[in-house]
């Protein structure tokens, strides 16, 4: 326990990077997320298409995979991302927009039926029934399993520690191959800074759910 | 097409629709083929980036690259899945019936170790793994996999056993059976039963963490692909990588599809709910 208080400041260091990441990557997926989900329900079938085949593709596939082929294949078409802290926010928030927009597309298809069909009896188009009338329902039910989302989010920022960010894990990393005596008390630092963040998420994400169930 | 959202369409939002949806196709086509050309410009679809896959310069076989890829590569991911998955779900088992028992001194660590596990990135407990207990990388990643997938497994089986009516608990014990034997002919054989598409769904999570062995330099199959570019050279990359990930695709969109073939066939499993587990496990993220 000596060893993480001493190491306090490196620890906080990797903690405020993984809550950057966490944070911007997250905000760029839930709009990206909800853009896609709209697509899913939308009466175009191109746009159908493509949000199908956005969503069905990036929840098939590793985020490790997503990363390498940011890192690795994207210079080949000529693009190159820079290494670092917004390459990882593209893959992470490219990636974590499918589960937004799967969250958000149940939400939406959980709303009564009734519901759109007086918005629509009383003369209101489709952008104003998605938006003014099944949105603002639909989110109440979405917001539990957003929060999971973003809980798996926050996890899910440690692949960066494979490509060039330093967070947590890699914060971890670098501290344990430096002080092999040390061994598993560093990592038990790094526990504890990720149980910071999810364990309190996921107790809102259960005490809002009940609230909602109730409400229904 | 009838939704929440709109009706079957009359002839004039038909008409609208197909317009919409032929100018939508162009648009979409038109960005295709945008990209397309734009790669192309880049030579990345010329033969030079493509010959590795059939004719390898610095007189290699073919066969030595794809059996590199898909027998080594592919093989490391698959056999670390195959470690992992059966202990996940015996360890997700015992913690789910420790974690419904009604014995405190049971119940009470197996809330810790679900909660705790669950809460932490599987790249963590790999490291854990790896510097922590001094494993080799094959065991590490068997270790983070295993114990992340238990602790999800364990709420998954929890969240089918709460989802059973109570009569069944209660016939059972009034037939005389004890608490244990309720659980083990009762209860679990029907949670197993409606929760097998989540198992399932689960176990394509489990899979696709498995190319985190990458990050801590186990040789799967993305480290083939490395391996293969930085031999042949980087601009390679663009075909190994598509081997890779139609390989990735090929094998998850057919547990999938054995998932939902599983959700039809089984019967009550459509009526279950799932609810989002409380803790950050929720959808298969």
């Not at chain 1, 005596?181 to 994400?205: D, E, N, R």
């Not at chain 2, 949806?21 to 979409?28: D, E, F, Q, Y």
């Not at chain 2, 963590?124 to 793994?129: D, I, S, W």
Request: proline share 5%.
């Amino acid at each position: 326990m000596g060893f993480i208080a001493e190491n306090l400041s490196t620890y906080v260091d990797g903690f405020l990077v993984t809550l950057r990441l966490t944070a911007v990557s997250g905000l760029l997926a839930l709009v990206w997320g909800t853009v896609i989900a709209a697509f899913r329900v939308s009466p175009l079938r191109p746009l159908r298409a493509f949000g199908t085949v956005w969503t069905e593709t990036l929840r098939n596939t590793p985020l490790t995979l997503v990363f390498f082929g940011m890192v690795f294949v994207a210079p080949q078409f000529g693009i190159i991302p820079p290494l670092g802290f917004w390459t990882a926010v593209i893959c992470l928030a490219t990636y974590t927009s499918a589960f937004v927009a799967e969250a958000v597309r149940s939400g939406i298809n959980g709303v009564n039926v009734g519901q759109a069909e007086a918005a629509r009896a009383i003369g209101l188009t489709f952008g104003q029934t998605l938006g003014n009338v099944i949105l603002p329902q639909a989110i109440r039910s979405v917001i539990p399993p957003l929060i999971n989302v973003l809980i798996a989010l926050t996890k899910n920022t440690s692949v960066a520690a494979g490509f060039a960010v330093v967070e947590l894990v890699a914060t971890g990393r670098r501290l344990g191959v430096g002080n092999a005596a040390a061994g598993a008390w560093v990592l038990v630092g790094v526990a504890i800074f990720y149980l910071v963040l999810t364990i309190p998420l996921g107790i809102l994400a259960a005490r809002i759910e009940r609230r909602v169930a109730f409400a229904r | 097409m009838s939704s929440v959202l709109y009706d079957a369409p009359g002839p004039l939002a038909r008409r609208r629709e197909t317009i919409g949806s032929v100018v939508g196709a162009i648009v979409l086509a038109g960005a295709i083929a945008g990209a397309i050309w734009y790669a192309a410009g880049n030579g990345v679809f010329a033969a030079d980036h493509w010959d590795v896959l059939y004719d390898p310069p610095k007189g290699q076989s073919a066969g030595a690259v794809w059996s590199s890829m898909v027998v080594r590569g592919l093989g490391a991911t698959l056999r670390a899945a195959a470690l992992a998955a059966p202990l996940a779900l015996v360890l997700g088992l015992v913690l789910a019936m420790m974690r419904t028992s009604h014995l405190a001194w049971l119940r009470v660590p197996a809330i810790g170790i679900i909660e705790v596990f669950r809460g932490l990135p599987v790249l963590l407990m790999m490291y854990f793994g790896l510097i922590g207990m001094g494993l080799d990388t094959y065991l590490a990643v068997a270790f983070g996999l295993t114990v992340y997938n238990m602790a999800v497994i364990s709420e998954i089986l929890r969240s089918g056993l709460a989802a059973l009516p109570k009569g069944q608990t209660e016939a059972a014990l009034a037939l005389g059976l004890t608490r244990w034997q309720t659980l083990i002919i009762v209860q679990l054989p029907q949670a197993v039963r409606i929760m097998l598409p989540s198992l399932i769904a689960q176990l394509i999570v489990l899979l696709k963490d498995s190319s985190l062995g990458f990050i801590v330099g186990y040789p799967e199959l993305l480290q083939s692909i490395k391996n293969n570019a930085s031999y042949f050279g980087n601009d390679y990359y663009v075909a190994l990588f598509t081997v890779g990930f139609v390989l990735f695709l090929a094998v998850n969109l057919s547990l999938s599809a054995l998932a939902r073939r599983v959700q039809r066939r089984t019967p009550g499993a459509r009526q279950v709910v799932v609810a989002p587990a409380a803790n950050g496990t929720g959808p298969a993220v």
